[in-house]
């Protein structure tokens, strides 16, 4: 069994690519055979509020199958939670501005 998998976000989280993203972490989940995922958001640099949408259900659908989640930021995601109330969960490596 793997110790940690890792999901790379990409460049661009917008309300366009929210649904694919959804159904792409839906099955990262759903297939990993970790107690672990590092979810690479290092590389972001446009997001909108439907990332913290996916987030934070990512974050209830993780903890019902006992998954821990490792969250590698990006300066704009930290605005982007920050703004919309939301601590980051798990974070390592934030991104510095």
């Known amino acids: 069994m793997a110790s940690t998998a890792t999901f790379d976000f990409g460049m661009s989280c917008l309300l366009p690519q929210a649904e694919v993203l959804r159904y792409a ?3 990262k989940l759903g297939k ?3 107690k672990s995922l590092v979810l690479d958001l290092s590389k972001v640099e446009t997001a909108d509020i439907s990332l913290v ?3 934070l259900s990512l974050k209830k659908s993780a903890a019902a199958k006992g ?4 969250m590698r930021s990006s300066p ?3 605005s982007l939670l920050s703004r919309a109330g939301v601590a980051p969960f798990g ?4 991104g510095k501005e």
């Open 25 to 27: 972490l839906i099955g």
């Open 32 to 34: 990993l055979r970790s």
């Open 53 to 55: 949408q996916i987030l």
């Open 67 to 70: 998954v821990a989640l490792e």
């Open 76 to 78: 704009t995601v930290d």
């Open 91 to 94: 974070a390592t490596g934030g």
